[in-house]
T-cell receptor
C-alpha cells in the first residue's frame, strides 16, 4: 500500500522568508510518480510539479524548487522569497506506475500562511 | 484548452435527498477520476473511467453512490439518500492517459443538513 506523510500541518512565515514543505512517501513499487499540488482558498487543486522515480535531479522553477531523495523517500518543496499569494494548502501526492489505475494518494496537506 | 469544469459549485441538501454532480473533463482526455475531500484532509480516490468504462471503485464508494460517463466525455456522480457524513468537497480530475498528470476541476462542495 502506498502512503504519503506530510508531518507539518501549518506553517506561518513573514513575506520574503524562504520556507520548505516536507513530504515523505511509502511505496513497494520501483516505478512511481510524485506530485505537488497547491489548493488556494478557492478550492481548486493546481498542479505544480511531477517527478518520476528514476529522475532524482532536483528542479528549480522560478521561486520554487524541489528536492527528491530516493534514499530517504522524501520529496521536499521550497519556496524562496515567499509572497502573500503563496498562502494556500499544499499537497504532496504519489501515483504508482501501474498503467492501469494511476490514482493519486495524497498527504493531509500543509497550510502555509505568508504574512505581509 | 479550457480546464476541467464541475457543476454545481455548491450544493446544500437535506438528509435523505438525492444529488447529482457533473464533471466536464479537458477535451480529449480519456481518463476521468473522482475524489472526495473532507475538511482538513487530502483528497481520497473514489472511482475512475477510461473513456466510458468505469474500471475501479474505491471501498469508500458505498452502494448509494453511482458514477457514469455515458459517451466517454462528461461524467456524473449521484449520491442517493444522502447522509450528513457525505458532506465534503467532490473533486473531478482528468488526464490524457494513465501515468499522466491529473488536472483538477474547482470541485463541488456538498453540505447535507
Amino acid at each position: 500500500a502506498q502512503k504519503v506523510t506530510q508531518a507539518q500541518t501549518e506553517i506561518s512565515v513573514v513575506e520574503k522568508e524562504d520556507v520548505t514543505l516536507d513530504c515523505v512517501y511509502e511505496t513497494r513499487d520501483t516505478t512511481y510518480y510524485l506530485f505537488w499540488y497547491k489548493q488556494p482558498p478557492s478550492g481548486e487543486l493546481v498542479f505544480l510539479i511531477r517527478r518520476n522515480s528514476f529522475d532524482e535531479q532536483n528542479e528549480i522553477s522560478g521561486r520554487y524548487s524541489w528536492n527528491f531523495q530516493k534514499s530517504t523517500s522524501s520529496f521536499n518543496f521550497t519556496i524562496t522569497a515567499s509572497q502573500v499569494v503563496d498562502s494556500a494548502v499544499y499537497f504532496c501526492a504519489l501515483s504508482e506506475d501501474t498503467g492501469a489505475n494511476s490514482k493519486l494518494t495524497f498527504g493531509k496537506g500543509i497550510t502555509l500562511s505568508v504574512r505581509p | 484548452d479550457t480546464g476541467v469544469s464541475q457543476d454545481p459549485r455548491h450544493k446544500i441538501t437535506k438528509r435523505g435527498q438525492n444529488v447529482t454532480f457533473r464533471c466536464d473533463p479537458i477535451s480529449e482526455h480519456n481518463r476521468l477520476y473522482w475524489y472526495r475531500q473532507t475538511l482538513g484532509q487530502g483528497p481520497e480516490f473514489l472511482t475512475y473511467f477510461q473513456n466510458e468504462a468505469q474500471l475501479e471503485k474505491s471501498r469508500l464508494l458505498s452502494d448509494r453512490f453511482s458514477a457514469e460517463r455515458p459517451k466517454g466525455s462528461f461524467s456524473t456522480l449521484e449520491i442517493q439518500r444522502t447522509e450528513q457524513g457525505d458532506s465534503a468537497m467532490y473533486l473531478c480530475a482528468s488526464s490524457p492517459q494513465g501515468r499522466e498528470t491529473q488536472y483538477f476541476g474547482p470541485g463541488t462542495r456538498l453540505l447535507v443538513l
